[in-house]
């Protein structure tokens, strides 16, 4: 990565969209590829929000969940 001498005087804001899969309509962190276990904590985290996600909600998304569900089923 790049960083100038001088540091960082700004920074540009983008959104990067891409497909992700959730099997048979489940959509849940416990599927979700960016759920993570962190073995030294025991705990549950987003890849994506960096939210700390609670082990008995992960068959729901957490509140900061970015995924966006279609308008219609297939």
Not at 2 to 9: A, E, S
Request: glycine share 6%; proline share 5%; hydrophobic share 25%.
């Amino acid at each position: 990565m790049y960083i100038p001498k001088d540091g960082v005087q700004w920074y540009t804001q983008t959104t990067i969209a891409f497909d992700e899969y959730f099997p048979e309509g489940r959509v849940c962190c416990r599927v979700c590829r960016f759920c993570r276990y962190d073995k030294n904590f025991g705990t549950f985290s987003c890849m994506i929000t960096n939210e700390c996600l609670e082990r008995e909600n992960l068959d729901g998304r957490g509140k900061d969940c970015r995924v966006q569900l279609p308008d219609t089923p297939f």
